[in-house]
């Protein structure tokens, strides 16, 4: 089958996954849209949210609809390395078995990832990176596809340890969940106070969300939508030479190459979900506050001033 044919055949069952995933989430339109997007550019999402937004049921519902094993590891200060990688252990003829750890799964919910220490943080990020562990020595390679949703309470920060910046630079995007609106909530209430529980149907296979990755990352992109990620990520750093006044101002430091990256990455399969077979520049704009938002640092005056990371990525466009 063309690559031609397999963006219209993708097209057609994204359509159909997004009603499945609708039989049980009610609104978070956008939210829902950038997990799938970061799933089939193959990459990584930060979820920022309040509790008892349905975070665990959002990505438990798009883990059946794509039809992939899912776990949720919570995040506690006393968690270890081994409690998410496994470890080995002697079994009953005295030789050492490996114990795979919940991390061996294709999509691992990392529930309140500020909760657990650097260690712990840095064993998931290691897995994140190099889609493998290794464990007492041995090298283990994960199951693809492999895609890792971290939650974060914005809230109750107390005994928290922050993802570092280089950590946080992992993921593809930092979603912002909000709360529903009145008529939203209305409906939440009244499905989940019944009996009734709806099904949810696998669309895919996990051999097919490869294959769709793999003919996403082909589609052709023209020179001058690359140059304008390049010089959107560009305008974040307050030391470029062709630099706003406001990243001037409220900016301490700005974002790396693998946000340039991201951004292409992801305007690719955001026109593809669109039924285009090349991403322009409305497609780049359309993931670039989720993609640049968790990489720009801002400054003391920016706190002070209320300014957000939103008000200037929009600034730059």
């Not at 991201?262 to 026109?271: D, F, G, R």
Request: charged share 25%.
């Amino acid at each position: 089958m063309s690559d031609v044919a397999v963006i219209e055949q993708f097209v057609t069952k994204y359509k159909a996954l997004r009603q499945e995933i609708a039989k049980v989430i009610i609104g978070q339109d956008e939210v829902v849209n950038q997990i799938l997007i970061s799933v089939f550019s193959g990459g990584h999402s930060l979820l920022i949210g309040v509790p008892g937004l349905a975070k665990t049921l959002m990505v438990n519902t798009i883990a059946q609809a794509l039809g992939l094993n899912f776990k949720r590891i919570q995040f506690t200060p006393d968690l270890m390395p081994s409690d998410i990688l496994g470890s080995e252990i002697l079994d009953e003829d005295r030789n050492f078995k490996f114990v795979k750890g919940p991390i061996f799964s294709n999509i691992i919910l990392a529930d309140e990832i500020n909760r657990t220490p650097p260690k712990t943080q840095a064993a998931l990020l290691e897995a994140m990176q190099e889609r493998a562990v290794t464990v007492a020595g041995h090298h283990y390679k994960l199951d693809l596809p492999y895609f890792v949703l971290a939650t974060q309470n914005p809230i109750e920060q107390e005994g928290t340890y922050p993802l570092p910046e280089a950590q946080l630079d992992r993921f593809m995007f930092a979603i912002n969940l909000e709360y529903p609106t009145f008529e939203e909530e209305v409906e939440v209430v009244k499905a989940t106070t019944t009996d009734k529980k709806p099904t949810v149907n696998a669309l895919f296979t996990a051999k097919d969300i490869v294959n769709y990755q793999n003919v996403i990352r082909r589609i052709p992109v023209a020179d001058n939508v690359v140059e304008y990620a390049v010089k959107i990520v560009g305008k974040t750093r307050p030391k470029a030479e062709t630099v706003a006044d406001l990243v001037k101002q409220y900016i301490d430091w700005g974002a790396g190459p693998r946000a340039s990256q991201n951004l292409i990455l992801a305007a690719k399969t955001h026109a593809v979900i669109q039924g285009k077979f090349s991403p322009d520049i409305e497609d780049v704009q359309a993931v670039a506050i989720s993609i640049l938002r968790h990489r720009i640092i801002k400054n003391y005056k920016a706190e002070a001033e209320g300014i957000s990371e939103e008000q200037i990525i929009k600034s730059l466009f």
